[in-house]
Nanobody, 123 residues
Framework: QVQLVESGGGLVQAGGSLRLSCAASGRTFASYAMGWFRQAPGKEREFVAAISRSGGSTNYADSVKGRFTISRDNAKNTVYLQMNSLKPEDTAVYYC????????????????WGQGTQVTVSS
């Protein structure tokens, strides 16, 4: 079982940047892929970005390509999401999730989600 704790959210103006962090524990971090998801009020949770176990492969939602960058530090058991050129529509609670990266696609693990971190982008 993997325990995940997200942090780094906050209030930022449109065009600004934030870096989210997700600290993992409970299993060998380098043994699983990681992904970021987000859920805006009244909407379903959606995929944002994913990274393979080694960090050599990444995948992004079209809505964030060119603005967001996912990375990981296996020595620190942490995955990051650098968010630049933020837009009001990026406002959501952001969650990280362990999973599997296969043939360029990311498949999140089953199980509960963490508490997430709130990102609010003002116009």
């Amino acid at each position: 079982q993997v325990q995940l704790v997200e942090s780094g959210g906050g209030l930022v103006q449109a065009g600004g940047s934030l870096r989210l962090s997700c600290a993992a524990s409970g299993r060998t971090f380098a043994s699983y892929a990681m992904g970021w998801f987000r859920q805006a009020p009244g909407k379903e949770r959606e995929f944002v970005a994913a990274i393979s176990r080694s960090g050599g492969s990444t995948n992004y939602a079209d809505s964030v390509k060119g603005r967001f960058t996912i990375s990981r530090d296996n020595a620190k058991n942490t995955v990051y999401l650098q968010m630049n050129s933020l837009k009001p529509e990026d406002t959501a609670v952001y969650y990280c999730k362990s999973g599997t990266f296969y043939s360029g696609s990311y498949y999140p693990d089953f199980g509960s989600w963490g508490q997430g971190t709130q990102v609010t982008v003002s116009s």
